[in-house]
């Protein structure tokens, strides 16, 4: 389970992040979503580890970020913005270096490794070096090495982001199955369709603050609106700035 509290981050003069607070439940999908700027990519990057909030919590299975990183960090797998492929590692030395890292040992690692290259159809290019990869195929290897040790917290920044629809679909489909393996996935999405159809918690964040949270319906209830794209407008506009 993922948990926030009163999380506030600064650059300067510039609040990133004012109040943010929320929960991502596992077996459940969360959506965190709101116009450029509002503050998600600096949420998530405080729950990785990456940054450190100015105050509030951020909490992993119970175990603070900011107090047990390391711990922390070996729950959650992480699909970052940006994806930072070594171009000249296979796929599968991308999965195994990060499996390392993680602290797998070598069967499990070679079990584990063999099961996503099947789940998200890499054999193709398991054995080719990244330099060159095509979008969907990068996002592939991202992913695998982000579950390779299988975490129990998914956190994905904009997964389906300049994919093709057979790429997206697969990335739905896997978001699907984390689900029925009871993993708490949180990600971030501008996709009202994808979010509608997968997300059984909604964050709305706006000028670094969150202005709704709850099921799909119940934003579009709180909003006056029956189509949830209206919805998310008419609640990210009404936000203070």
Known sequence: MIEVNGLKKSFGEVSAVRDVSF??????????????????????????????ADAGTALIDGFSVEKNRLETQSRIGVLPDT????????????????????????????RNTA??????????????????????????VCLARALVHDPGNILLDEPTN???????RSVREMIMRLKSERKAVLFSSHQMHEV??????????????????????????????????????????????
């Open 162 to 168: 300049g994919l093709d629809v057979m790429t997206t």
């Open 83 to 110: 994806l930072g492929l070594y171009p000249r590692l296979t796929a599968v030395e991308h999965i195994h270096y990060f499996g390392r890292l993680q602290g797998l040992g070598e069967d499990q690692l070679e």
């Open 115 to 140: 099961g996503l290259i099947d789940t998200l159809d890499m054999q193709g290019i398991a054995h080719r070096r990244t330099e060159g990869f095509s979008q969907g195929e990068r996002m592939k």
């Open 23 to 52: 929960t991502a439940r596992d077996g459940e999908v969360t959506g965190l979503l709101g116009p450029n700027g509002a503050g998600k990519s600096t949420t998530l990057r405080v729950l990785y580890g990456l940054m450190q």
């Open 196 to 241: 509608s159809s997968l997300c059984d918690q909604i964050v709305i964040v706006a000028a670094g603050c969150v202005v709704a949270h709850g099921s799909p319906d119940a934003i579009r209830d709180k909003s006056g609106c029956q189509n949830l794209e209206d919805a998310f407008v008419k609640l990210a506009e009404g936000s203070p700035r």
